[in-house]
T-cell receptor, first 112, second 115 residues
Framework: KNQVEQSPQSLIILEGKNCTLQ??????????LRWYKQDTGRGPVSLTI?????NTKSNGRYTATLDADTKQSSLHITASQLSDSASYIC???????????FGRGTSLIVHP | DSGVTQTPKHLITATGQRVTLRCSPR?????VYWYQQSLDQGLQFLIQ???????AKGNILERFSAQQFPDLHSELNLSSLELGDSALYFC??????????????FGPGTRLTVL
């Protein structure tokens, strides 16, 4: 069964600090992996998308990594800002499938 | 603003009733996806349409149905509503990427409350 597990479930950090969110998946065969940011009560917004051949992708202060061998991805946020407070969702798509598998997200709170 | 519109923004109704949620995809996007997000659950994929045809089905209840019209807008119909159907319902449309695969753009969602 295709599954995506994210950790930690929630995280509180101080403004200006860095943090790393984890995503482990069992989706096979692997097609691509996305990280989304979802503000409370709003739709998710794509941060990065990575295919099998990519192991790092950056979007401003967000850097995603992918290790397809261990089926792990991480999202690193640098110099956090209050506006980074949101849920971060890892989504993996299997090759040949139109149905994505969503993780349950990591809730990040950035305190001043 | 993702370019995907959803109406209504909020909907309050009673158990046993039927409601229709509407989604207009981004201009040029042929695919529409519907998702349900409950408080204690992550995003759950319900169904996908591509250019008017059903393409993939996820965890969609038999009480729920959807369709995509010739102008590419989509409607999600929820009937015999139960308290547990209270959730945020998102629509997304997608564009095919040059590198392959596709990227989904989500609408603002419809918050359904069943009393």
């Amino acid at each position: 069964k295709n599954q995506v597990e994210q950790s930690p479930q929630s995280l509180i950090i101080l403004e200006g600090k860095n943090c790393t969110l984890q995503c482990n998946y069992t989706v096979s065969p692997f097609s691509n992996l996305r990280w989304y940011k979802q503000d409370t009560g709003r739709g998710p917004v794509s941060l990065t998308i990575m295919t099998f051949s990519e192991n790092t992708k950056s979007n401003g202060r967000y850097t995603a990594t992918l290790d397809a061998d261990t089926k792990q991805s991480s999202l690193h946020i640098t110099a956090s800002q209050l506006s980074d407070s949101a849920s971060y969702i890892c989504v993996v798509r299997a090759g040949g499938s139109y149905i994505p598998t969503f993780g349950r997200g990591t809730s990040l709170i950035v305190h001043p | 603003d993702s370019g995907v519109t959803q109406t209504p923004k909020h909907l309050i109704t009673a158990t046993g009733q039927r409601v229709t949620l509407r989604c207009s995809p981004r201009s040029g996007d042929l695919s529409v996806y519907w998702y349900q997000q409950s408080l204690d659950q992550g995003l759950q994929f319900l169904i996908q349409y591509y250019n008017g045809e059903e393409r993939a089905k996820g965890n969609i209840l038999e009480r729920f149905s959807a369709q995509q019209f010739p102008d590419l807008h989509s409607e999600l119909n929820l009937s015999s509503l139960e308290l547990g159907d209270s959730a945020l319902y998102f629509c997304a449309s997608s564009v095919t990427l040059v590198a392959g695969g596709s990227e989904q753009f989500f609408g603002p969602g419809t918050r359904l409350t069943v009393l």
